[in-house]
């Protein structure tokens, strides 16, 4: 199983990133699917989830209202839009899964099954 996470990079205050998140090597309409971020010297943290189908989303409260993840599972992709981008966002991003079709949504690092590889966004004031 591999998860490529792209589309980080360095952008100023109220600015906007798109993230992807590539799959391979899964039945990914069959997976959850979302995204962490870890800060220097803080825990890694849940950012955002969809289920294996799209019609579910979660998000973390310090991102509510200006994130927005998506997929498409044709592509076998998950995106994070991310607008009104702050200092605190600053973090490594990383692209997770966990086997779908259960009663609860994805939303803590324990369950996660496969992770990516981070993509570093950095936020500047």
């Known amino acids: 199983v591999q998860l490529q996470a792209s589309g980080g990079g360095s952008v100023q205050a109220g600015g906007s990133l798109r993230l992807s998140c590539a799959a391979s090597?899964?039945?990914?309409?069959?997976?959850?699917m979302g995204w962490f971020r870890q800060a220097p010297g803080k825990e890694r943290e849940f950012v955002a989830s969809?289920?294996?189908?799209?019609?579910?989303?979660y998000y973390a409260d310090s991102v509510k209202g200006r994130f927005t993840i998506s997929r498409d599972n044709a592509k076998n992709t998950v995106y994070l839009q991310m607008n009104s981008l702050k200092a605190e966002d600053t973090a490594v991003y990383y692209c997770?899964?966990?086997?779908?079709?259960?009663?609860?949504?994805?939303?803590?690092?324990?369950?996660?099954?496969?992770w990516g590889q981070g993509t570093q966004v950095t936020v500047s004031s």
């Open positions: 997770a899964s966990r086997i779908g079709r259960l009663l609860t949504i994805l939303a803590t690092a324990t369950e996660v099954h496969y």
């Open positions: 090597g899964l039945t990914f309409s069959s997976y959850d």
């Open positions: 969809i289920n294996w189908s799209g019609s579910s989303t």
